[in-house]
Each structure stands twice: as structure tokens, then as C-alpha cells.
């Protein structure tokens, strides 16, 4: 058997599949950045989205969390899916970044995908979002910023 190919999983979680010549790979500068915690500001503007407010301050809202998405991790979410806190029989919402879109859900209403994914997730409420992007990647954020890459 040629020990020359093998599997190896990298530092970075990936399955690398190649020659044992090859060395791991270090995380991309944009990998590190997914990593970075995301500021009490920024939890702090995605929780207002579902606030009661006008469509323009939510607008504006939006475009400053495109904005801080874009320089700090350098990706943007389609939107995120958080907790609801209306009060039965509403139990989570779909934000968009992009529609300025808050859709609430009870618990039998189907979520569209890719957002769907995340609705287990919310439920827990371990975490203060789920960072949904178009990739169809999920990225969970606790309350204290630190994501789950």
C-alpha cells in the first residue's frame, strides 16, 4: 500500500485528502476574521432590526450592519435567524439584511431555506443569532460574541 497518499484533517477542521508531502495549511486571513468576535455594538444593532421602528431607521440599521459585517469579517449574511420575543404563538424571526425583511414564525410555520437550518439552533437559546449566508453556511453567535466557526 503507497503510505505516500493519506487522509489528514487539518487545523482547521477540513479533511484534507492528499500526499503526506503536503503540509497543513494555515488558516486564511478570512478565516481568522469568521473567528473574530463580533462587538456589543453589532449584537446590539441585529437585536434593534426587530425592534418597532420605522422602515427608514431599520433601513439605515441594516446598511450599518452590512457595513461592519463587510470591514471586520469580510463577508456579509444574507440575514440572520434569532429567538422572537413577541410572545406565543411566535417563537423565532428571519432578519434581512438585504429586504429589510422581519418575518415572524410559530413553531409549525416552515422557514425558508437556507434559514430553516438554523430554527434548532435558536431554539436552544444558546446563542443570541445564527449568521445566515448564501453559501448556505450557518454561523452561530453566543451573546458575548464569540462564533461558532
Not at 14 to 33: E, I, K, Y
Not at 45 to 61: K, P
Not at 66 to 84: H, M, N, S, W
Amino acid at each position: 500500500m503507497d503510505s505516500s497518499f493519506r487522509r489528514r484533517v487539518g487545523q482547521t477542521g477540513n479533511l484534507n485528502v492528499g500526499h503526506s508531502d503536503h503540509q497543513a495549511t494555515t488558516p486564511s486571513p478570512l478565516t481568522r476574521d469568521l473567528r473574530r468576535p463580533r462587538h456589543a455594538g453589532l449584537i446590539e444593532a441585529v437585536h434593534r432590526l426587530d425592534a418597532e421602528i420605522s422602515q427608514a431607521a431599520r433601513g439605515d440599521l441594516a446598511r450599518w450592519i452590512r457595513d461592519q459585517y463587510q470591514t471586520e469579517v469580510g463577508d456579509i449574511p444574507l440575514g440572520f435567524v434569532a429567538k422572537c420575543h413577541l410572545g406565543p404563538p411566535y417563537v423565532d424571526h428571519i432578519l434581512d439584511l438585504f429586504d429589510n425583511i422581519v418575518d415572524h414564525y410559530a413553531p409549525a410555520d416552515p422557514m425558508p431555506e437556507p434559514f430553516s437550518k438554523a430554527r434548532m439552533l435558536v431554539r436552544t437559546n444558546a446563542y443570541a443569532y445564527i449568521e445566515i449566508y448564501g453559501s448556505g453556511e450557518i454561523r452561530p453567535v453566543y451573546p458575548d460574541g464569540t462564533v461558532v466557526v
